[in-house]
């Protein structure tokens, strides 16, 4: 079966750079993809979406070098939804793709195609440290 997800769009935030308990680097950030079209009266429309992604390894390191906020690239995953439970053990999902190659698409620095050296492993069964939930 397939799973992948390709994505272009501009980074809404700088990157955030985490470490797991026994010292692998994990960066996450949002990026903004915008689709436009034409409404029944010609009048131009636009919806932007936004995208959590996760990288691990050595692509985290890179993502949290080399990006910024507002930078357009390419990024390529897989679409993973994990689940936890909050403070007042209630079930929370969060959807996001985990980014097996990212390609910077702008400005100064460009770069060829990065992929982590070693494959991105899955979210523990417990999900991220209560720390690691973004709310």
Not at 97 to 123: F, H, W, Y
Request: hydrophobic share 30%; proline share 6%.
């Amino acid at each position: 079966m397939l799973n992948k997800a390709m994505l272009i769009g501009r980074l809404g935030a700088d990157p955030e750079v985490r470490y797991t308990p026994d010292g692998a680097m994990i960066t996450t950030f949002r990026l903004a993809t915008d689709e436009q079209w034409k409404d029944k009266s010609g009048e131009r429309v636009q919806r932007t979406e936004w995208h959590r992604v996760v990288t691990f390894g050595r692509l985290a390191e890179i993502c949290g070098n080399y990006l910024n906020k507002g930078k357009l690239v390419y990024v390529e995953g897989r679409i993973q939804t994990r689940s936890w439970e909050d403070k007042e053990g209630q079930k929370r999902y969060m959807t996001e793709i985990v980014a097996a190659n990212m390609q910077m698409l702008d400005g100064r620095g460009q770069a060829k195609p990065t992929s982590g050296d070693e494959p991105s492993p899955g979210v523990p069964d417990g999900g991220y440290p209560e720390d690691d939930v973004p709310f």
